[in-house]
């Protein structure tokens, strides 16, 4: 697919009633004691739809689960989302794991 034909695809998704997001996974140095540093950040070829009737942090997690994204074993307790409409920030047990931005 070309890249006109990615962004044209994009915006069909966003007037459909949400996003398609990209994930990018981080390389993390330290440990819970110390704290976290993102060494790196990585572009997948993992891409979800985000629909606009996922507005919560539960509704989130149970979405992404469903995806495939998290381990069914995953709870919402220990998952923490930030930034905005246009990049979803994520950690897991205080952990940043990776980001999902909008394409």
């Known amino acids: 697919m070309t890249r006109a034909g990615r962004r ?5 998704i966003g ?3 949400g996003l398609s ?9 330290g440990n819970k004691k110390d704290g976290y540093d ?9 891409v979800v739809f985000i629909p606009n009737e996922v507005s919560s942090d539960a509704d989130m997690t149970k979405y992404l689960k469903k995806q495939g994204f998290f381990k069914k074993e ?5 998952v923490e989302y930030s930034g905005d409409e246009h990049v979803i920030y994520v950690e897991y ?5 990776g980001e ?3 394409e």
């Open 21 to 29: 997001y990209r994930w990018y996974s981080y390389d993390v140095w």
């Open 93 to 97: 047990k205080g952990k940043p794991e």
């Open 100 to 102: 999902l931005r909008v």
């Open 74 to 78: 995953v709870k919402n307790k220990f």
């Open 15 to 17: 007037r459909s009633g």
């Open 8 to 12: 044209k695809n994009a915006e069909e």
């Open 38 to 46: 993102v060494n790196n950040v990585f572009r997948t070829n993992d």
